[in-house]
């Protein structure tokens, strides 16, 4: 089996995140857009407003998770959505999706945040068992709503 490393991406690895980002909003049925890919990674960056963690595989990155940056306010309480998980479908079965959930783990304890929080398709039952495996548990306390606004 080969050997995975989890990693914090940084704007040097603009042009490793950019084909796997837009890999991942294809699987989304977005169409591909490597400059709007290109463009939203570098603000992210560029603002400090998420961290991306990627999944090398030696020197090739094949796969990534970004974590968004939240609070809660009844905990007083800094806490990371973990908005985007994504493994090339060519390196899928190698241990990369959970590497890089227990990498945004690692890297929420290590600064003090007292939760990760996800959500996925109710129809994405492979993931669903991911997270389950990996010790993550679905809330069934909350509902999620949302709003379009564009």
């Not at 084909?19 to 939203?40: K, M, T, V, W």
């Not at 998420?50 to 998770?65: D, H, K, M, N, T």
């Amino acid at each position: 089996m080969p050997s995975l490393i989890v990693r914090q991406a940084t704007i040097a690895d603009l042009d490793t995140l950019v084909p796997l980002f837009d890999a991942y909003r294809q699987f989304y049925e977005q169409p591909s857009d490597l400059i709007g890919a290109r463009s939203f990674l570098f603000d992210r960056f560029e603002h400090q407003q998420s961290i991306i963690l990627l999944a090398c595989e030696g020197s090739r990155a094949v796969g990534f998770v970004q974590l968004f940056p939240s609070f809660s306010s009844a905990r007083l309480a800094r806490t990371f959505i973990l908005n985007d998980l994504f493994v090339s479908p060519d390196a899928r079965g190698m241990g990369a999706a959970r590497i890089l959930l227990d990498g945004a783990c690692e890297y929420g304890r290590n600064v003090g945040a007292a939760r990760l929080s996800l959500s996925t398709a109710v129809t994405n039952t492979i993931a669903q068992s991911l997270y389950e495996k990996a010790g993550w548990t679905r809330d069934d306390k909350f509902y999620a709503y949302g709003i379009p606004l564009t």
